[in-house]
């Protein structure tokens, strides 16, 4: 029976004391537990598809639980297609999913986080200057203090600290134990001075759909986490990161993308 450790981390908290606690929600935040809860739920699910090789049993447990259904669900535009395009690639999969039917995904999961196939790098350290890397790696390393435990979950022992997944499950960790501001920081940090351009350079360049749809959701999230933590912890985006260039070119990045060291 297949199992990992990430779909230990999907579990949701239980009434009757087994399992993850709900997480302390500071009064003056303005969240809800079920709020923080969906969050965190979709931020592990995005680390698992970006963490694990697409194997039978993952893809029939998205069969089973529908993205368009789940945690995922976001009621805007880019992620509403992106959901229907994932849920529209496993319907038309085999009743019976075979490894040899998931080879066209194995595939571009390689050419995205093992080849380099595509130059999109999924980690943070090369889509830094030369100058800026040893800060980066030094402040991922003190924002991964203390959360040993919650990052276990997610395997990350076999990743690299700075890969999307990994700095996925830190951002569900902040969460999961109630610290939503620092939440909001570390998304400021790190992934949200990379991850988009990363997910733009997958989503126009990976040959299969599913990883498009998988890149357009997790755009998707990390913009809509950061506004809504920004509003309820009144953190607005720091005037300098260009978000709002950002969102009008979301996608044309991935045409004329910002420089990374995966490049020839």
Do not use: K
Not at 28 to 34: H, P, R
Not at 66 to 71: A, D, I, K, M, T
């Amino acid at each position: 029976m297949e199992s990992t450790v990430l779909e230990a981390a999907l579990s949701l908290p239980r009434p009757n004391g087994s399992g993850s606690a709900p997480p302390p929600v500071p009064q003056d935040a303005g969240l809800s537990v079920m709020d923080l809860i969906r969050s965190v739920q979709a931020l592990r699910l995005l680390a698992r598809l970006h963490a694990e090789e697409p194997t039978p049993a993952l893809l029939d447990a998205l069969r089973n639980a529908p993205v368009s259904r789940g945690p995922l669900a976001l009621d805007r535009d880019d992620a509403l297609q992106a959901a229907a395009l994932l849920d529209e690639v496993v319907s038309d999969l085999p009743e019976r999913i075979t490894r040899r039917s998931l080879a066209p995904l194995v595939a571009d999961f390689a050419a995205i986080h093992h080849s380099g196939e595509l130059r999109a790098c999924p980690t943070e350290t090369p889509w830094l200057d030369d100058a800026s890397r040893a800060d980066a790696a030094a402040s991922l390393q003190r924002w991964r203090g203390g959360l040993e435990e919650e990052l276990r979950l997610a395997s990350s022992d076999r990743l690299a600290d700075d890969h999307v997944a990994v700095e996925l499950m830190v951002v569900a960790a902040l969460l999961d134990l109630g610290r939503p501001v620092d939440a909001v920081r570390f998304l400021d940090r790190h992934p949200l001075s990379w991850v988009p351009d990363f997910c733009s350079r997958v989503a126009t360049r990976c040959r299969e759909p599913f990883y498009a749809g998988v890149a357009l959701l997790t755009n998707a999230h990390l913009d809509d986490l950061r506004d809504r933590l920004g509003d309820a912890c009144g953190l607005p985006r720091p005037v300098e990161d260009g978000s709002d260039i950002r969102r009008r070119r979301r996608w044309a990045e991935g045409r004329f993308p910002r420089a990374c060291s995966c490049d020839p």
